[in-house]
Nanobody
Framework: QVQFVESGGGLVQPGGFLRLSCVVSGINLVSYDMAWFRQAPGKQREVVAIITESGRPTNYRDSVKGRFTISRDTGKNTMYLLMHNLKPEDTAVYFC???????WGQGTQVTVSS
């Protein structure tokens, strides 16, 4: 059974930073293209960034380019999203999943507000 357990969210002021983690079980990260997604209230879920099965970061959303970095630790089978210079529009629940989108975890709430 595939499971995604996201953590690291919280309340942060504009300009702040957070590092999200996603522990993956049931599949091996090196075998799948993986992504961070987010869903803001009243909006559809959207892709934030992708990391390929070979470990190449790609497909950063335009609004997060230069501020967010996707990475992984294959030894821990864990993905990360390092977010700098956070903006109120980054407020959302963040999820990790395969690009093909299997069952979803609970996500982690990120709130950017002063």
């Amino acid at each position: 059974q595939v499971q995604f357990v996201e953590s690291g969210g919280g309340l942060v002021q504009p300009g702040g930073f957070l590092r999200l983690s996603c522990v993956v079980s049931g599949i091996n990260l090196v075998s799948y293209d993986m992504a961070w997604f987010r869903q803001a209230p009243g909006k559809q879920r959207e892709v934030v960034a992708i990391i390929t099965e070979s470990g190449r970061p790609t497909n950063y959303r335009d609004s997060v380019k230069g501020r967010f970095t996707i990475s992984r630790d294959t030894g821990k089978n864990t993905m990360y999203l390092l977010m700098h210079n956070l903006k109120p529009e980054d407020t959302a629940v963040y999820f990790c999943n395969t690009v093909s989108q299997r069952s979803w975890g609970q996500g982690t709430q990120v709130t950017v507000s002063s």
